[in-house]
């Protein structure tokens, strides 16, 4: 069998680091087929054509076919998953609302497009930021499509989390599970160590031997450095994160088509349409606490937050309720 695959924005930085990792069957596995479109604006045909010609000469042997291409109508046309990557980056002088609008003019058409072309059970998965509020648009406009099909990534934050505690607890980074992010890929983002375990161990309890005060460990270098990293990306290295953030989106995708375990070591992070739970006001697409099993994703019910977690999961999600309130007074959804 042959999976199609959309990636939009595939001439871009994070489209050139996901394609061939796509291409060697590193996000659906070594038995997977894939058929890949490249969707791109005018602009940005000639890098895609240049992706797919580099594509051609890497003689994949699950690669059948690439097609590029800025027509949406073909782009999407029989997608089982599609990684909407492309987006409108924040320029000199605009304000959110810009921002927002820019987006909406992008994620809202292509919500359509998904409906109306992409295969009966796709899967979409929005990268290109603001993430969560961009999904939110594309699931909105995606008439007869469920809105959990509609997924954002975050799981990049996730693995950022999981990188920091493995390198201050000196373990491998497998050995760090549980690292929950709760709410808006955004500096209001909440990493959630209080069930994370290391070896099998409470993470807290490591961290109270290395760090002593966990809390204040926490606030003033843990999460700052998860929420900030792709700022302190940038400053190192002159550009944005590309190839972790292609990486993470392989992660996400292959959790989501292949399933997790539905162990606590297993629970990961997704952005989806909140159903309400935690009292995450409906319909907002929040990061939470996931398992991915036959192809759908399940928040993790039952976990429970004290004081300063719910408050930081509420100034997130309070930040993802205003997104969703001037993206209507935009008329975008
Ligand atoms: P680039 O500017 O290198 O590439 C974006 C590509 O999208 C360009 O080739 C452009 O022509 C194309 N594009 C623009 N509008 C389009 C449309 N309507 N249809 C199809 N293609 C379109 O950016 P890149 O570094 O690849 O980043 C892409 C997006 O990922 C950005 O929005 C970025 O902010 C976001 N990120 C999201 C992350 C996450 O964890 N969710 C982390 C990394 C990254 O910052």
Same mark, same amino acid.
């Given at each position: 069998?042959?999976?199609?695959?959309?990636?939009?924005?595939?001439g871009?930085?994070?489209?050139?680091?996901?394609?061939?990792?796509?291409?060697?069957?590193?996000?659906?596995?070594?038995?997977?087929?894939?058929?890949?479109?490249?969707?791109?604006?005018?602009?940005g045909?000639g890098a895609a054509?240049g992706a797919?010609?580099?594509?051609?000469?890497?003689?994949?042997?699950?690669?059948?076919?690439?097609?590029?291409?800025?027509?949406?109508?073909?782009?999407?046309?029989?997608?089982?998953?599609?990684?909407?990557?492309?987006?409108?980056?924040?320029?000199?002088?605009?304000?959110?609302?810009?921002?927002?609008?820019?987006?909406?003019?992008?994620?809202?058409?292509?919500?359509?497009?998904?409906?109306?072309?992409?295969?009966?059970?796709?899967?979409?998965?929005?990268?290109?930021? !603001?993430?969560?509020?961009?999904?939110?648009?594309?699931?909105?406009?995606?008439?007869?499509?469920?809105?959990?099909?509609?997924?954002?990534?975050?799981?990049?934050?996730?693995?950022?989390?999981?990188?920091?505690?493995?390198?201050?607890?000196?373990?491998?980074?497998?050995?760090?599970?549980?690292?929950?992010?709760?709410?808006?890929?955004?500096?209001?983002?909440? !990493?959630?160590?209080?069930?994370?375990?290391?070896?099998?161990?409470?993470?807290?309890?490591?961290?109270?031997?290395?760090?002593?005060?966990?809390?204040?460990?926490?606030?003033?270098?843990?999460?700052?450095?998860?929420?900030?990293?792709?700022?302190?990306?940038?400053?190192?290295?002159?550009?944005?994160?590309?190839?972790?953030?292609?990486?993470?989106?392989?992660?996400?995708?292959?959790?989501?088509?292949?399933?997790?375990?539905?162990?606590?070591?297993?629970?990961?992070?997704?952005?989806?349409?909140?159903?309400?739970?935690?009292?995450?006001?409906?319909?907002?697409?929040?990061?939470?606490?996931?398992?991915?099993?036959?192809?759908?994703?399940?928040?993790?019910?039952?976990?429970?937050?004290?004081?300063?977690?719910?408050?930081?999961?509420?100034?997130?999600?309070?930040?993802?309720?205003?997104?969703?309130?001037?993206?209507?007074?935009?008329?975008?959804?």
């Open positions: 069998m042959t999976t199609t695959i959309t990636i939009t924005g595939a871009g930085q994070i489209g050139y680091a996901l394609l061939f990792r796509i291409a060697a069957g590193d996000m659906l596995g070594p038995d997977e087929h894939v058929r890949l479109r490249l969707l791109e604006i005018p602009a045909l054509e797919a010609l580099e594509l051609q000469d890497g003689a994949f042997p699950l690669l059948d076919d690439v097609e590029v291409t800025d027509d949406p109508a073909v782009g999407f046309a029989g997608a089982d998953h599609a990684l909407l990557v492309g987006a409108r980056p924040r320029g000199p002088g605009m304000e959110r609302a810009d921002l927002l609008a820019a987006n909406g003019g992008i994620f809202g058409p292509q919500g359509t497009a998904i409906a109306a072309n992409a295969a009966a059970g796709v899967r979409v998965t929005v990268v290109g930021n !603001p993430a969560n509020t961009n999904a939110l648009i594309a699931a909105a406009h995606a008439d007869g499509v469920p809105a959990e099909r509609f997924s954002a990534l975050t799981r990049l934050d996730e693995n950022r989390a999981r990188a920091q505690l493995a390198a201050t607890l000196d373990a491998p980074v497998a050995d760090v599970r549980h690292v929950p992010i709760w709410g808006n890929h955004s500096a209001t983002q909440f !990493p959630d160590v209080s069930r994370a375990t290391v070896g099998g161990r409470p993470v807290t309890q490591a961290l109270a031997e290395r760090v002593g005060d966990v809390r204040a460990w926490l606030e003033s270098t843990f999460i700052p450095r998860v929420a900030r990293r792709g700022a302190e990306i940038i400053e190192v290295r002159g550009s944005s994160s590309v190839a972790s953030a292609a990486s993470a989106t392989i992660d996400h995708v292959r959790s989501w088509a292949l399933g997790t375990g539905t162990t606590d070591a297993d629970v990961t992070s997704a952005g989806v349409v909140s159903r309400g739970e935690y009292g995450v006001p409906e319909g907002l697409v929040s990061s939470f606490p996931v398992h991915a099993v036959d192809g759908e994703w399940r928040v993790v019910e039952g976990i429970e937050l004290d004081e300063w977690a719910r408050s930081r999961v509420d100034a997130s999600v309070a930040e993802l309720a205003d997104e969703r309130e001037a993206v209507r007074a935009l008329g975008l959804l």
